[in-house]
């Protein structure tokens, strides 16, 4: 449910309860605490919508836009003993043609410790879900590029299809699974590459904790011959407007074999940031 917020809709029935004869404000107090909640059930399903294409994308509602995004944005520096700088950017769009939802998602993520830069990371993907009918169940396409330093990969590129399935979509939560067989493109550091099949299992879950904030968990495995993959994302987002919202997240990523130069066999992240919806 996505409602049309006025700058100016909150003023207006403060200004009208306050020239009402007595006997109409209670009843006009009623009707704009009923306005209250209604606009922040707006904001909580937009922000629910907003994290839900990490993994599986929703189907378009009956009163979806048919253009959406966000832009997410976090930025922390110490400066003194210790002088370190990090950035966190991402970035969604998404349309719909019918049963088609079409998204594409940027990320970057830069750390620097005294000018050094210890990460950074850069992430493209495109991806494409087909609706089967009235049914829960939908087809889906990815396409994924990364490149990451000091991973041991110069850059690696997957492409997934498959079956999903939203096992259910309640105004309290939502569980979407799916599944489907890929392929990578590994380019290394070091010199050479190599190119692979994988199996792909992900799931989706998002869960109403008050009428302006939300949970959602999502995890994927992308499992090769003698390689596995691993992420889980963690966020609680809560909603300052129709527009803005505040997001705390936790997002991992492992890698059972690595390859040598990699510093380390997990990448966790913590961040808290901003999101613009639009």
């Not at 004869?21 to 922040?40: D, E, F, K, N, Q």
């Not at 349309?95 to 990371?121: G, I, P």
Request: aromatic share 10%; charged share 20%.
């Amino acid at each position: 449910m996505n409602l049309p917020v006025h700058a100016n809709s909150t003023i207006t029935t403060a200004f009208d309860m306050a020239t009402l004869p007595h006997r109409h404000r209670a009843c006009r107090r009623s009707l704009g605490v009923l306005v209250l909640a209604v606009i922040a059930l707006g904001w909580y399903d937009s922000a629910r919508a907003a994290d839900s294409l990490f993994y599986a994308p929703p189907p378009p509602g009956d009163d979806a836009v048919p253009f959406s995004g966000a832009i997410e944005l976090g930025y922390t520096a110490l400066s003194g003993n210790t002088n370190t700088e990090t950035l966190l950017g991402k970035g969604r769009i998404t349309w719909y043609d019918q049963a088609w939802t079409h998204t594409t998602r940027a990320e970057v993520k830069n750390v620097k410790d005294s000018e050094n830069t210890t990460a950074e990371q850069y992430l493209f993907s495109q991806r494409e879900r087909y609706s089967l009918g009235d049914s829960p169940n939908y087809l889906f396409g990815l396409a994924r590029y990364e490149k990451e330093r000091f991973s041991g990969y110069d850059n690696q590129f997957t492409t997934i299809i498959g079956y999903g399935r939203q096992i259910f979509d309640t105004d309290l939560q939502a569980l979407s699974l799916e599944a489907g067989p890929g392929y990578r493109f590994d380019d290394y550091e070091s010199g050479g590459s190599r190119h692979m099949l994988l199996g792909y299992l992900a799931a989706d879950y998002s869960i109403s904790i008050s009428d302006t904030a939300s949970l959602i968990q999502q995890f994927s495995v992308e499992g090769a011959e003698d390689n596995v993959t691993l992420r889980s994302y963690s966020a609680i987002s809560v909603a300052i407007n129709s527009s803005l919202s505040l997001r705390v997240s936790h997002d991992i990523k492992s890698n059972s074999n690595p390859p040598r130069e990699a510093d380390a066999h997990t990448d966790r992240t913590t961040a808290a940031s901003v999101v613009y919806n639009f």
